[in-house]
């Protein structure tokens, strides 16, 4: 494997870089799936990391993730142990390409799109108080790419996102400005509880801060720029009623690699404003979830349209099972049940927001279990916060599932549905209906 050597401010750094490429169905291979999150993890907890994500679509190719790892030189035999692994995991699954040389080094390095755009958390003063609303790149990716891998606003053209991560702890001045502002938030009478729970949410983020989140949307186009430009003002909206504008979506000519080696010099001064921290802050588990490889990379199909103001089932399940979802939607369609699924779900925090509001109103919870549902942190996220809202849950198992993570608490209680039994169908359909009517009384 190849390593490239980095000098700056008289310290020497190492820097890793590679590529993965999954099935044809935008499914990972377990063992690399596991393999690659094994890694990461691990590499989360080297001093002074710096960890960067891109995900690249193009018609002709698919979806490309490639990685890159900055670590001190003290530090490079865990980044080459790590690499190693993944590279054997490689030449038995060939869907990891570790660059051996040079000259394979730098094709992966620059394979990003030739346009990028820095995509910001808008910020907003009253007076000595400020709010800000965290925005992520991946979420509106998600958003576009829904509508199609071909439509006529992405063309043919590569598009994506990449997200950097900078090991960084707030200082103690910071974070007393933060807490400060919290307090002045709490004072606001025009702010909903809605916006301060949102905010306080930010504020222990903070508190718990190991990393700052940089994030870009890339682009092979000005058609899919404008297009990517285009879904960030439409999400944003969706996700801050009531804000006037949204986040700055500015297109350069240029790869945002450059800005990962920066992080070799980076100065704790470029993030003194203790808003911007309270934006782009992350802790170590948002730090993993935006880095991990797992059935939540978007499938690139047409998403479900929003539901709102109607009664309907909201589906939970891993992407993997994306055909048995659609057989379980289909007995919820004829039995007259109005369902919302989405089939680009991504890390980001905006699209955690829709998920949100999708299950909070929602009149049926429907998980669709497997073994990768219950691997699925997304889909046990899904599950708890229902669980939470006390929505009538309706579990369709998919074979047989250990159920670990808290997951036993919450389903064995319940009544299951094994979807290969031969009157499935008409259990699901009586269940579903039944349960409606529950929640009618």
């Given at each position: 494997m190849?390593?490239?050597?980095?000098?700056?401010?008289?310290?020497?750094?190492?820097?890793?870089?590679?590529?993965?490429?999954p099935?044809?169905a935008?499914?990972?291979?377990?063992?690399?799936?596991?393999?690659?999150?094994?890694?990461?993890?691990?590499?989360?907890?080297?001093?002074?990391v710096?960890?960067?994500?891109?995900?690249?679509?193009?018609?002709?190719?698919?979806?490309?993730l490639?990685y890159?790892?900055?670590?001190?030189?003290?530090?490079a035999?865990?980044?080459?142990?790590?690499?190693?692994?993944?590279?054997?995991?490689?030449r038995?699954?060939?869907?990891?390409?570790?660059?051996?040389?040079?000259?394979?080094?730098?094709?992966?390095?620059?394979?990003?799109?030739?346009?990028h755009?820095?995509?910001?958390?808008?910020?907003?003063?009253?007076?000595?108080t400020w709010?800000?609303?965290?925005?992520r790149?991946?979420?509106t990716?998600?958003?576009?790419?829904?509508?199609?891998p071909?439509t006529?606003d992405?063309d043919?053209?590569a598009?994506?996102?990449?997200?950097?991560?900078?090991?960084?702890?707030?200082?103690?001045?910071?974070?007393?400005?933060?807490?400060?502002?919290?307090?002045?938030?709490?004072?606001?009478?025009?702010?909903?509880?809605?916006?301060?729970?949102?905010q306080?949410g930010?504020?222990?983020?903070?508190?718990?801060?190991r990393?700052?989140?940089?994030?870009?949307?890339?682009?092979?186009?000005?058609?899919?720029?404008?297009?990517l430009?285009?879904?960030?003002?439409?999400?944003?909206?969706?996700?801050y009623?009531?804000?006037?504008a949204?986040?700055?979506?500015?297109?350069?000519?240029?790869?945002?690699?450059?800005?990962?080696?920066?992080?070799?010099?980076?100065?704790d001064t470029?993030?003194a404003?203790?808003?911007?921290?309270?934006?782009?802050?992350?802790?170590?588990?948002?730090?993993?979830?935006?880095?991990?490889?797992?059935?939540?990379?978007?499938?690139?199909?047409p998403?479900?349209?929003?539901?709102t103001?109607?009664?309907?089932?909201?589906?939970?399940?891993?992407?993997v099972?994306?055909?048995?979802?659609?057989?379980?939607?289909?007995?919820?369609?004829?039995?007259?049940?109005?369902?919302?699924h989405?089939?680009?779900?991504?890390g980001?925090?905006?699209?955690?927001?829709?998920?949100?509001?999708?299950?909070?109103?929602?009149?049926?919870?429907?998980?669709v279990l497997?073994p990768a549902?219950?691997?699925?942190?997304?889909?046990?996220?899904?599950?708890?916060?229902?669980?939470?809202?006390?929505?009538?849950?309706?579990?369709?198992?998919?074979?047989?599932?250990?159920?670990?993570?808290?997951?036993?608490?919450?389903?064995?209680?319940l009544q299951?549905i094994?979807?290969?039994?031969?009157?499935?169908?008409?259990r699901i359909?009586?269940?579903?209906?039944?349960?409606?009517q529950?929640?009618?009384?």
């Amino acid at each position: 494997m190849w390593l490239e050597r980095l000098q700056a401010d008289d310290e020497e750094w190492v820097q890793g870089a590679l590529t993965l490429a999954p099935g044809p169905a935008s499914e990972w291979d377990p063992e690399t799936r596991n393999t690659m999150n094994r890694v990461l993890e691990t590499l989360t907890l080297v001093d002074r990391v710096t960890l960067s994500k891109r995900v690249v679509f193009a018609p002709a190719t698919g979806v490309v993730l490639t990685y890159q790892c900055i670590v001190p030189v003290a530090a490079a035999s865990r980044l080459e142990a790590g690499w190693a692994t993944l590279e054997t995991v490689g030449r038995r699954k060939g869907n990891v390409r570790v660059p051996t040389s040079a000259a394979d080094f730098d094709p992966i390095v620059g394979s990003s799109p030739s346009l990028h755009a820095l995509v910001g958390s808008p910020r907003y003063r009253f007076g000595d108080t400020w709010i800000t609303c965290p925005f992520r790149a991946a979420a509106t990716w998600a958003h576009v790419a829904a509508a199609g891998p071909r439509t006529a606003d992405l063309d043919d053209a590569a598009h994506g996102y990449q997200v950097n991560l900078y090991g960084f702890h707030p200082a103690p001045a910071q974070l007393r400005e933060i807490l400060l502002n919290r307090d002045r938030q709490d004072r606001l009478p025009a702010l909903s509880s809605q916006v301060l729970q949102q905010q306080h949410g930010l504020v222990e983020r903070a508190r718990y801060g190991r990393w700052l989140s940089e994030e870009f949307l890339l682009a092979d186009s000005e058609t899919a720029a404008a297009a990517l430009r285009k879904g960030a003002e439409t999400l944003f909206r969706r996700c801050y009623p009531g804000f006037d504008a949204g986040p700055e979506v500015i297109f350069s000519m240029g790869r945002c690699t450059d800005n990962l080696t920066l992080a070799c010099s980076f100065d704790d001064t470029c993030a003194a404003d203790a808003s911007y921290v309270a934006s782009h802050a992350v802790d170590q588990e948002t730090c993993f979830e935006l880095l991990a490889l797992d059935d939540d990379l978007p499938s690139l199909q047409p998403a479900r349209p929003m539901v709102t103001g109607r009664r309907y089932a909201f589906i939970s399940y891993a992407h993997v099972d994306t055909a048995r979802m659609l057989a379980v939607r289909g007995i919820l369609d004829s039995s007259g049940i109005e369902t919302w699924h989405d089939t680009s779900i991504d890390g980001g925090e905006d699209w955690n927001a829709v998920l949100e509001g999708q299950i909070r109103n929602c009149s049926l919870f429907v998980l669709v279990l497997s073994p990768a549902a219950a691997a699925s942190r997304i889909v046990r996220r899904e599950l708890r916060f229902a669980d939470a809202l006390e929505k009538p849950l309706l579990c369709i198992r998919l074979g047989e599932t250990s159920l670990t993570d808290g997951l036993a608490m919450l389903l064995l209680p319940l009544q299951w549905i094994d979807a290969d039994r031969p009157d499935s169908a008409e259990r699901i359909s009586t269940a579903a209906r039944k349960l409606l009517q529950i929640r009618d009384v």
